[in-house]
């Protein structure tokens, strides 16, 4: 459903807009009960519907100078990477795509293709894990994936974390040089290396997976079913 929207984020403002407009006019002016509830009920939904799409467009590292601005060059790049054939041909793990709206790409403004991979993983796990039938072996906190399974190296203590006992993925991305990106992996307060490159992203969420399955932590089989039945891990 993301990718059918358009790419421009004149075009997303508009399309909701528009829609939203619609639907209040079909409250305000029309007098069957049955007919306006309806119209509050295609509202609600349209609302739910872009604020889950904004979770998508919006990476964690731009929350603060500019994603919402960027949403669109966002969307954009989801397009690029899916319509580029298997094994996603034209993903750069350290860089992204320039043109958009005429720009160059930049690791201070734009997210990197890892970064952009990334979130969208963490924001169907977690929706996935939310709503799914498949999530009772989690409990209420896990069921948010990106609340306990994710961590920025630039705003949390890896030695805190050790402490802790934090399992889960690791943003090591190097502070100074912003279009390096690298995640590694915490399993129970231990540190695990994860190769550096074009595969981190991929290596990592897949570690992460398996050593909760070997671990037998419940409710990893939940992923299982959800992702097709299949065992990926």
Not at 1 to 16: G, H, R, T
């Amino acid at each position: 459903n993301l990718l059918k929207y358009e790419v421009d984020d004149a075009s997303l403002d508009e399309q909701f807009d528009a829609i939203v407009s619609r639907a209040f006019q079909m409250i305000a002016t029309n007098q069957n009960q049955q007919n306006a509830e309806q119209a509050r009920n295609i509202l609600t939904q349209v609302v739910q519907e872009r604020k889950k799409m904004e979770r998508y467009l919006s990476v964690q590292r731009h929350e603060n100078h500019g994603s919402f601005s960027y949403r669109g060059y966002v969307l954009q790049r989801l397009h690029t990477l899916v319509n580029s054939g298997d094994l996603m041909p034209k993903f750069t793990y350290d860089g992204g795509e320039n043109g958009w709206k005429g720009m160059e790409w930049k690791a201070d403004s734009f997210p990197t293709d890892s970064e952009v991979l990334m979130n969208v993983t963490a924001v169907w796990l977690d929706d996935t894990l939310h709503s799914s039938k498949y999530s009772t072996g989690f409990n209420s906190r896990q069921r948010s994936f990106q609340n306990y399974h994710m961590r920025n190296l630039s705003t949390s203590d890896i030695n805190t974390l050790k402490d802790q006992g934090f399992w889960g993925i690791l943003n090591a991305t190097n502070g100074q040089s912003l279009n390096r990106t690298h995640y590694k992996l915490m399993v129970e307060g231990k540190l695990w290396q994860v190769r550096s490159g074009r595969q981190n992203v991929f290596h990592t969420v897949l570690l992460l997976l398996y050593s909760m399955k070997k671990r037998k932590v419940k409710g990893i089989e939940s992923i299982e079913r959800i992702i097709g039945g299949r065992t990926y891990v």
